[in-house]
């Protein structure tokens, strides 16, 4: 490659947070569609199109998520950007999780009527102890939506984060006129004229229009002058280095069903979102992605549900140097030589002609059974070893037993596996050793069982024991009898013990009954 640190000053890798239904798929493709892979909406996931193609796992098949709309790669204004997906809904799992331990920034989509929604709540928490930078848009400003402010408070006071307007609207639904572009100083308007309106300079203040102009009529202009005038005067300065750090998230409104807003959006985004970022070893060494030497970390497995095939794909995340097809690695955790060939590239409109990656790149590869989630895999000398990726707290539980007493020894060998690839995790009850797994999505468990019976021949009974609060204590503060009905004590994989709370209010009880014992949630 003619210039490595040139190529990977051009990625852009990120993730587009948001609750159900607030417009994340709309928004991808809207994004397509400026980046010319598509050429009409309606393109992406589940609809009639391109990306729904995959023929991996059928679960998610049935569900109409596909490898392909894992990651899309395309490119515009100069940048090649790559988006990872996070399902969400019932296809949330850790993996959705994991995910965001890929990117270098992401998009927190937000229904502009609803606010911020549960779902954006927890993936947003993940995105904050990263300390990775996240830029916010408010969605479907072309529907009544709540007033501006009151999102922009709602946004600080419950996610703890400073929000800059870069825009600001004028009017919504049926009365929506445009917005005030405060970055690029000019209003952009809804529905003009002709084309030639489109972006109206204005004023040195940044409060009004430059030239007298009907817009300035309109029923929403001046309650948003107004409130433009107020952020001016008491809002937030805009600071490039507390949006890096993840402090402070530039906020956008804007329609992405309509197209509105959406263009100006990622190019103001595509500005201030960071190029690929260095990652750290286990022993405190920083890989910078300009390293020449290849490495990459595994952050998702997607497994073949076809029992004819037990191929999967795994895919990494690429730190430092160049991948090329045909290349040959070291897996750090066996320290076995395998060579990279069979590799799937995930550019949206032409994935076969890839050759070469970098930095910031996701490959996908083939993989008969070698790699696990959080694995690292290096070319040269020395030795890499990232860090592990994060434990997630398991939101759900579930016992599990072999349907055929048996056949225990496929039921283990799977479990062990499974649980190893962090399909799903694993706790056994303190006292009696029953198996309880545990996820953070419903669709871990049924992966779980559709490849227990289909990889290892062993058909599983599961029962679900309701939602619980995992909370890990140290062992030296451990005595059996804290343990209750509704708090289940178990041991973490580690051998750690864990209590499962029925409830908030159990936790409550138990923290002033045993006030010197420190309870500890994981990510
Ligand atoms: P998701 O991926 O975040 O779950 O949301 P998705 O993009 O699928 O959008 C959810 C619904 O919201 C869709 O309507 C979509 O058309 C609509 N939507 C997205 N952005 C906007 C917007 O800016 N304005 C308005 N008014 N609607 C928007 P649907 O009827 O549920 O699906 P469909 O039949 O349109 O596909």
Redesign the pocket.
């Known amino acids: 490659m003619a210039n490595l640190k040139e190529e990977i000053m051009t990625r852009r890798t990120f993730a587009i947070i ?10 991808t493709e809207q994004m397509l569609l400026l980046g010319g892979v598509v050429r009409s909406a ?1 393109t992406v996931k589940g ?1 009639q199109g391109n990306f729904a193609k995959s023929d991996w796992m059928a679960i998610e098949q049935k569900r109409g998520i596909s490898v392909t709309s894992s990651v899309l790669q395309f490119d515009f204004d100069g940048k090649r950007i790559n988006i990872l997906d996070t399902p ?2 019932e296809d949330f799992s850790e993996d959705t999780y994991r995910t965001l331990m890929a990117v270098d920034s992401v998009i927190m ?1 937000v229904d502009s009527a609803k606010g911020i929604e549960p779902q954006t709540k927890k993936l947003f928490e993940i995105v904050k102890e990263r300390h990775i930078p996240i830029f916010t848009f408010f ?5 009544d939506g709540r007033p501006p402010m009151d999102l922009v408070d709602e946004l600080e006071t419950t996610l703890g984060i400073n929000a800059y307007p870069m825009n600001w609207p004028i009017g919504s639904g049926q009365i929506l006129a445009g917005l005030f572009d405060l970055y690029h100083h000019q209003v952009e308007v809804y529905r003009p004229a002709n084309e030639s309106e489109r972006f109206l300079p204005l004023n040195a203040e940044g409060t009004d229009l430059a030239q007298a102009n009907a817009l300035q009529q309109t029923p929403a202009w001046q309650e948003s002058q107004e409130e433009v005038e107020l952020l001016q005067d008491a809002g937030n300065a805009f600071n490039e280095e507390a949006v890096l750090k993840g402090e402070l998230t530039p906020v956008f409104f ?5 197209g509105f807003g959406l263009e100006t959006f990622l190019r103001t985004y595509l500005k201030f979102a960071p190029a690929p970022s260095s990652k750290q070893t286990v022993d405190h060494q920083i890989v910078e992605p300009t390293n020449p030497e290849f490495s990459g970390f595994v952050f998702k497995i997607q497994a073949n549900m076809n029992p004819n095939h037990r191929d999967r794909i795994a895919f990494v995340r690429i730190v430092s140097g160049e991948f090329e097809r045909g290349m040959d690695v070291t897996l750090q955790r066996t320290g076995k030589k395998l060579r990279l060939s069979n590799v799937t590239q995930f550019m949206a409109d032409s994935r076969e002609n890839v050759e070469n990656a970098v930095p910031g790149d996701i490959i996908g590869v083939y993989d008969t059974g070698n790699f696990q989630i959080g694995d690292t895999i290096y070319a040269g000398k020395p030795a890499i070893t990232f860090e592990e990726l994060p434990t997630f707290t398991p939101e759900l539980f579930m016992h599990v037993r072999a349907k055929n007493v048996l056949k225990q020894k496929s039921f283990h060998k799977g479990v062990t596996q499974l649980v190893q690839e962090g399909t799903i995790q694993m706790y056994t009850a303190w006292d009696s050793g029953d198996y309880i797994l545990g996820a953070v999505g419903q669709l871990q468990f049924e992966v779980f069982q559709f490849r227990m019976e289909n990889e290892y021949n062993s058909e599983v009974v599961l029962e679900p024991m309701g939602p619980k609060i995992a909370r890990w204590i140290s062992s030296d503060q451990l005595d059996p009898r804290m343990a209750s009905s509704r708090n289940l004590l178990v041991r973490d994989r580690a051998d750690q013990p864990v209590f499962l709370f029925e409830n908030m209010f159990a936790e409550r009880w138990f923290a002033d009954k045993y006030p010197d014992v420190t309870l500890e949630a994981k990510l």
């Open positions: 948001s609750h159900p239904d607030a417009g994340k798929t709309t928004i309606g609809r969400g809904h989509v969605n479907k400003l072309d529907r804007g329609s992405a069903l309509a």
